[in-house]
């Protein structure tokens, strides 16, 4: 055996690795004996210590094993000598990761401006958090999330969302996504889930991921069409009803108060109400959540921080119904919350402190004159009488209809001629139906200031005519 | 219409929940035409704008329509007047979350020592990546998470793990049970999964709950048997190789290869490899991981910073083969990463200013400090020759096999006499099978002290007896 040792690394090491290779090599065979310790020792001017280190690594991993008293022999590892095919070897070429297309203005409607966020404060409650009488914050914590930070959103959504609940029946989980996955498992196989058309495209993904069975259900200008949802067969329905997503449609009383008689109309019927921008309502006080008129306790509701506070801070929340709760009790309290108990208790310190509340009078202020602005600015263009605005008194987006030869495939890729980002609504039709508009386009406008959505718009004026 | 304001809301908010419940109650009819603002104005003494925020709120949630130029008329919600079951108030009484049962030693195996965490580092790194210039890490990052992370954990992996991957085939997500969804969702229906019996029981229930056609396979010495796998026409096989659960073997190298000729014999055959506790070895190096072997890319290897750092920081990660990377990125990569950018770029910080390898490197001591103790105070006790102790090599865990006449439940319930709480190994068991073992339990021993070890097995003395 002869072996150039070098500096790179520890002797046993290299030793260990020469003979794993002879094994693979097929050069020491099944029964071989490795040369004794002390013999190789002399040999090769190392020590025995050494030596012992490499066999034992050896015999730990099975390419040899120790005979007391004998010494160590080669195991058998027949598949070495099996042919085996060796695929080209990976390089970050052929997995290049695709980089989005960047745009001088990109009105998407998943953002929002984080430029308010208020850093210095959520820096200093994690200081105050992270210290050594809080190591308790480093072990797991309660499988729905931590109990202050559930305390204080019941708090707040009893307050500001007229949601009816107990810190306990509140779920963390880190993003909606997240928590839309485990509600499929919550409610178990041979479900149907109706979901509106048009709406949230990831919606739809994320059940159809989880094998879901899915009707899509049409709107009119009160929402989700009833006659439509009950004879679609489905026992699940999504909705967003504070705000239509991407309509803007808010779904008034009666509506909401047909879509309750639904669900009470079978022991296995459930809502799912996303209530996902409705922090942003910029005229009176904000819808009121369905959850709240819920008495047959049918209303899953789901809510998010990306929106409130940054898309970033992955921590979104549901109120589970008391059937719902109890299963999950039961059968799905094996899962560790998904969020960091560090961030969970910035968070309930944020919102305890009224640093949340602040935060989002401000971005309220913030996102109104943005909207009024974009508004102003949609009716300055020179053929602003012909755009028609829908959907603009809640949330973070808008649509626009133009009227006249444009059709919405026109509207978009004019704008990216000169640089601006727009989605067209037919992005959001699930599944095509007759009489889809086609010359209407949704704008996200949250990030964006002022003076950015007057130049934005303005350049609409040249390609638009 | 004779309202009582009180001090503790604004006076809009009154008149509209005035006017809301008695339309609610029946008092106001569809069709009815609320008081004109003049009128109403005057005849409560209140301003007209007032009365038209209350207006004009309940127009938007749809309790009344305005009318232009003739006024408000209630809408029709005829739900109102069908009979609503009002169920039982929810009260926290009848939903309160279980306190787990509190001992004086728990030696489970789901916990780490978080006495050593080096917290000052940690909030110190937080403290210099929020800040204004890094006001980018408040946007969404990459799906798979942050490319700095994942090139961190690249580099880790290839050096410490033996295997062998790009940063791009890295998905970081908030723990390996999310994770494990996460995969089924990949390889989609219609699976197979082979599980090690006895293995990790969360494993087993994760799949469950996503539905999945679930084998049990049983094990030799040297791990999972390769002849059952065959015949359980499973075609996706969970194991833990590097440190089996519970049962602390590791699997040799050549049945790691007839495992990976399994998996080669069929394109749709793969292996997850879960790699939990590996950093944990106390004579030698880490065995390397599976995935450094696999040449055919049918290695999915998933990881976890649970044990390495702190439970309460959900970060785990996966590598997946080339094929399944193809199909998350053209049809899963919608999905948001799950982790918060700041903990990512905190973590991704941590591991480059070496302090991951650092904090290891002083846990591996003080894990193996424990272990011998655990080991000495066993023999130590007055029966100790009865007591063979099985899978101490690595891991956070072992066993003890008790000869004698007490069986396993014999063993817990006179541990629990005096405040110690044990497993036995048959929890671990996920379908019971001839000759399973009746006399062992399994000890997670991680997050006591030496002295606390002393003590705790001492007390076994006195009822093991």
């Known amino acids: ?14 030793l260990y690795d020469f003979i794993k290779n002879e094994i693979k090599k097929g050069n020491m065979k099944v029964g ?9 020792s002399a040999h090769l001017s190392i020590s025995q210590n050494t030596i012992e280190t490499a066999y034992q690594q050896l015999a730990a ?23 085996i095919e060796i695929k080209p070897k990976r390089s970050p070429e052929n997995i290049q990761e695709p980089k989005p297309k960047q745009y001088r203005y990109d009105f998407r409607t998943n953002t929002v401006d ?78 149907v889930y109706a979901i509106e058309n048009p709406g949230y495209p990831k919606t739809y993904k994320i059940l ?51 879509l309750l008689k639904w669900a009470h109309q079978s022991a296995d019927r459930f809502i799912i109400e996303d209530d996902y921008d409705s922090e942003f309502r910029f005229n009176g006080r904000p819808i009121p959540a369905l959850q709240g008129l819920d008495v047959n306790e049918k209303v899953i509701y789901i809510s998010t921080f990306s929106k409130s506070i940054a898309p970033s801070i992955r921590i979104s929340y549901m109120v589970l119904p008391m059937p719902m709760l109890q299963r999950f009790s039961d059968e799905y309290s ?20 009224g640093h949340f509340e602040r935060h989002l009078n401000r971005m309220r202020n913030v996102y109104r004159s943005r909207k009024d602005a974009l508004i102003e600015e949609i009716k300055k263009l020179s053929f602003g009488e012909k755009i028609e605005i829908i959907g603009e008194n809640a949330g973070l987006h808008l649509m ?13 890729t004019r704008a990216e001629k000169v640089g601006i980002k727009l989605y067209g609504l037919s992005e959001y039709y699930l599944a095509p139906f007759e009489n889809m508009p086609n010359n209407v386009v949704v704008i996200g406008y949250s990030n964006y200031n002022k003076s950015e959505i007057a130049k934005a718009i303005h350049l609409l004026n040249k390609v638009w005519t």
Chains 1, 2 share one sequence.
């Open 32 to 40: 071989d004996k490795l040369p004794s310790k002390r013999n190789l």
């Open 1 to 14: 055996m002869t072996i150039e040792f070098n500096n790179t690394a520890p002797l046993y090491k290299q």
């Open 400 to 412: 626009l209809r133009v009227h006249g030869r444009l059709t919405e495939n026109d509207l978009i």
């Open 334 to 353: 094996f899962y560790s919350s998904t969020v960091s108990r560090f961030e969970q208790y910035t968070l309930f310190r944020f919102i305890q402190g």
């Open 208 to 258: 159809k991921s989880h094998n879901a069975n899915i009707k899509f259900i049409r709107l009119d200008e009160d929402g989700l069409k009833i006659d439509d949802l009950a004879r679609s067969n489905a026992n699940v329905v999504y909705i967003t009803p504070s705000h239509h997503f991407p309509l803007g449609i808010i779904m008034p009383i009666s509506r909401r108060m047909q």
């Open 61 to 83: 991993e099975g390419y040899v094993k120790s005979v007391p008293k004998s010494g160590f022999y080669v195991c058998e590892i027949e598949e070495f000598s099996a042919p």
């Open 114 to 191: 984080t430029a308010f966020f208020p850093f210095s404060t959520w820096v200093k409650i994690s200081k105050e958090i992270m210290h050594d009488e809080n190591r308790e914050l480093l072990k797991t914590t309660h499988p729905q999330g931590d109990y202050h930070l559930r305390e204080s959103i019941s708090k707040y959504l009893h307050h500001y969302r007229g949601v009816n609940c107990l810190p306990e029946q509140i779920i963390i989980g880190a993003g909606t996504e997240y928590l839309l996955g485990l509600i499929t498992q919550l409610l178990g196989r041979n479900r």
